[in-house]
Antibody, heavy 126, light 105 residues
């Protein structure tokens, strides 16, 4: 079965950096796009970033563009989110999620989140 | 940027039908997906591409999409259906609605 396990969350000061990881298993990781989605305490879901199956294209929310970088290592079945210049408003639970967008078929209607990890909490505070 | 609008809350009597709407400009031309999130848990996909159910999701969950409104319908509502529900589209970026809290009375 599909498993996604996030790690790397914690407390960081404003302006600091953090790298999140997401270890994937139970599917052919190198064939599917992957997302990061976050949820601030008591708030709704916010999409953060998407990377295609081979890392060739990356997309970011305006709120994180220029500060966050999504990447993947298909040899390690692992997704990453490098977060720099962190702000208080970046405080959230960060989820990695698998896309149905694959190496053989990818269009808007396939870019949804069919499996989610349990999330890792990032707190930006002095 | 594209926006999705959901009611903050919907209430339904036990065993009755709940309808949660998701409004967007010409949303009928897009594929809409729905997620259920219970407190302290990760979201779960319940409907993809307007009206398709993933395996393991009860037939009581259905979806439709036309014009400026997409709708998630939950028939024979159960206490276990109480949760937050989010609609989502892909419009060169991921877009979520604000979420709807479903209360089963």
């Amino acid at each position: 079965q599909v498993q996604l396990v996030e790690s790397g969350g914690g407390v960081v000061q404003p302006g600091g950096s953090l790298r999140l990881s997401c270890a994937a298993s139970g599917f052919t990781f190198s064939s599917y796009g992957m997302h990061w989605v976050r949820q601030a305490p008591g708030k709704g879901l916010e999409w953060v970033a998407f990377i295609r199956y081979d890392g060739s294209n990356k997309y970011y929310a305006d709120s994180v563009k220029g500060r966050f970088t999504i990447s993947r290592d298909n040899s390690k079945n692992t997704l990453y989110l490098q977060m720099n210049s962190l702000r208080a408003e970046d405080t959230a639970v960060y989820y990695c999620a698998k896309s149905d967008c694959s190496s053989t078929s990818c269009y808007a209607g396939k870019n949804y989140f069919d499996y989610w990890g349990q999330g890792t909490l990032v707190t930006v505070s002095s | 940027s594209y926006e999705l609008t959901q009611p903050l809350s919907v209430s339904v009597a036990l065993g009755q039908t709940a309808r949660i709407t998701c409004g967007g400009n010409n949303i009928g031309s897009k594929n809409v997906h729905w997620y259920q999130q219970k407190p302290g848990q990760a979201p779960v996909l319940v409907i993809y591409r307007d009206s398709n159910r993933p395996s393991g999701i009860p037939e009581r969950f259905s979806g439709s999409n036309s014009g400026n409104t997409a709708t998630l319908t939950i028939s024979r509502a159960q206490a276990g259906d109480e949760a937050d529900y989010y609609c989502q589209v892909w419009d060169s970026s991921g877009v979520f609605g604000g979420g709807t809290k479903l209360t089963v009375l």
